[in-house]
Structure formats: structure tokens, C-alpha cells
């Protein structure tokens, strides 16, 4: 089978549970697309899946990454495209699985030119989004309105991103994305599927899945990494994430325990909408409804489109 399955769908939505189990089916391993999940050291905030949930599964490009560095989204599609060639080799099946939308879209259309990462002219950016975070909005709205209509302006890396992109090349972001080249996407052909879930299950998981992180030790995980970032030379900039940041803000005394759970939620309920927004405007084979068919199921009709594929 020439083309690549590759599962998308928002936080919490059970990617990585229904990749493996179609990665049993059909002799494969999994490429994660996420763009926290390569980091180390972070693997309970950033829901890595463990051992027995890889049960078995070869899981790649997963905690390969120190928590100061940052990955660009043609750096990862190189990444994920050098993955799916030595998979390939080894005569096994390879199954990209992720929400990061920029990063799908990377590996699918391709990546615009120069869009390597200014880490001065980005830090400048984010002082100006600290301080006042509607006049990048205001910014982004008069050098590209298309761009700003997919950006909602409490999504800093984002807003910030948009920004670097265009003072750093003087072309608009969507400017860049309507003239990407295919470098990083050649013979990259995907067979996308979205797992999809009704607003208010997707909430609950949501929910559920925060206390089974925090049991599990993610407030210990913060603390350690506190630690470690003060002996290094360079800032953690990954605990910026979600949840990351609002656990510093409960460490540090600034908001009680059930208010950073609260606003863990809020952030990630707000996380999951903009995934669900950007894969809107994408062009995805087959959507699965995830109330309507039990798992297994889903896999059985699947692997039925698989065989016959191409």
C-alpha cells in the first residue's frame, strides 16, 4: 500500500489507542505528529504514550528532543518523511498519528520557504504579546486578514508565529502557504482520517484524561523541570504549554489547586476547538464519528478500505 494512514483529530480524542490497534492489524508503526510529545522529560503533561500503551508498537519521534530546543514544521516534516522511509525498509506499515494541524499540513501540501525559527525577533514578539496582546492581533489583521481570521488571539504562539513569519520574510503568512514548495511532502501520500467527537464526550474525556495526569504525577513532573532549567543556559520554552504553565502558576501561589485545574480545562477545551476549526478547512478522506461504532469495528472496515487501496 503506496499511501500513508495517517489519524488527526483533537486533544484527548483517542489517536494513539486507535492507531495501535489498526498498527496490529495491519503490521505497523506509529510516527507521532504532535508537537510537545517529542519533547523529554515531559512525558505525563504532554500525554507520551506509555509502555503498555504502545503495547507492543514501535512509537517514533516521541521524547527525542530537549525541552529548550524548538522544531520547526518543515524541520518536522523532514523528520516524519525520513521515519516513513525507514519504516518502509523494514517492510512494515507506517501510521502517522497527531493534532498538531501546522505540522499535518506540512507533511501534506508541503512548507513554505524560509521558515526557519528568529528566536530573538519571536522573543521580541512574545515581550509585545505580554504586554499587550491586541496590538499583534490589530498587526496581523493589517498585514494579513485571512491569516487572522484562523488565529484567536489567546493563542500566543500562534499570533506570535504569524508575526515572526512576516518580519522575518516581509510575506504574509497565507502569502507563504499559497506558494509552499513540496519539498518535505514528495511521495507523501496520505489517507487521512479524522476521529471526530460530539462536543460534550469530547469535554468529559478531556476531563477525565486531566485527573488520570495529575494522579499520575504531572505536578511532580513540573516541579522537576523547574529544577532542571535552573541549571541550564537556556529557558524551557516547552513550559509555555498548556498546563505546564497554569501548574507554575499554582506552585508559585498565584492560584489555588482547583482553580489550576480549572483553567487547565478551560485552555484545553479552547486547544481542542481551534484543532477541530483547522481541520475543518482540511481535506480529509473519511471522518469517524467515534460514538457511532465500537473500535474495533471501525478497524474491521478500515483494514476492508486498506486491502483494496492503491
Not at 157 to 162: E, G, P, Q, S, W
Not at 170 to 177: C, D, K, L, Q, V
Not at 208 to 216: G, P, T, V, W, Y
Request: charged share 25%; net charge neutral.
Amino acid at each position: 500500500m503506496e499511501k500513508i494512514i495517517t489519524i488527526i483529530g483533537p486533544t484527548a480524542s483517542g489517536k494513539t489507542s486507535f492507531a495501535v490497534k489498526l498498527s496490529k492489524k495491519i503490521n505497523g508503526e506509529i510516527i507521532s505528529l504532535d508537537s510537545r510529545q517529542i519533547y523529554q522529560l515531559m512525558p505525563i503533561g504532554t500525554a507520551q504514550p506509555s509502555i503498555e500503551e504502545m503495547d507492543g508498537i514501535n512509537h517514533h519521534l516521541i521524547g527525542i528532543t530537549s525541552p529548550y530546543e524548538t522544531v520547526s514544521a518543515g524541520n518536522y516534516a523532514q523528520l516524519v518523511k525520513d521515519k516513513v522511509i525507514a519504516i518502509r525498509k523494514n517492510k512494515k506499515t507506517p501510521i502517522i498519528c497527531g493534532g498538531a494541524g501546522l505540522y499535518y499540513r506540512a507533511i501534506k501540501d508541503g512548507i513554505f520557504e524560509k521558515s526557519s525559527t528568529d528566536i530573538g525577533l519571536r522573543e521580541e514578539l512574545e515581550k509585545i504579546y505580554d504586554a499587550n496582546p491586541f496590538s499583534l492581533m490589530e498587526r496581523l489583521i493589517k498585514v494579513d486578514s485571512q491569516y487572522a481570521k484562523i488565529v484567536h488571539i489567546n493563542n500566543k504562539k500562534r499570533l506570535v508565529r504569524a508575526l515572526e513569519i512576516f518580519d522575518s520574510t516581509g510575506i504574509a503568512p497565507s502569502e507563504h502557504f499559497n506558494n509552499q514548495i513540496n519539498d518535505y511532502s514528495k511521495n507523501l501520500d496520505l489517507y487521512t482520517i479524522r476521529l471526530n467527537w460530539r462536543r460534550n464526550n469530547l469535554i468529559n474525556r478531556i476531563n477525565s484524561r486531566l485527573e488520570q495526569m495529575l494522579a499520575a504525577g504531572w505536578v511532580d513532573e513540573v516541579k522537576f523541570l523547574l529544577e532542571m532549567q535552573k541549571q541550564s543556559s537556556k529557558p524551557f520554552l516547552s513550559l509555555n504549554s498548556i498546563g505546564y504553565q497554569q501548574i507554575q502558576n499554582y506552585l508559585y501561589g498565584e492560584i489555588t489547586f482547583d482553580e489550576m485545574k480549572e483553567n487547565i480545562k478551560i485552555k484545553t477545551r479552547q486547544f481542542a476547538k481551534r484543532q477541530n476549526q483547522w481541520f475543518n478547512n482540511e481535506d480529509i478522506e473519511l471522518v469517524v464519528q467515534m460514538e457511532e461504532l465500537i473500535i474495533d469495528d471501525i478497524i474491521e472496515i478500515l483494514y476492508g478500505i486498506f486491502r483494496v487501496m492503491p
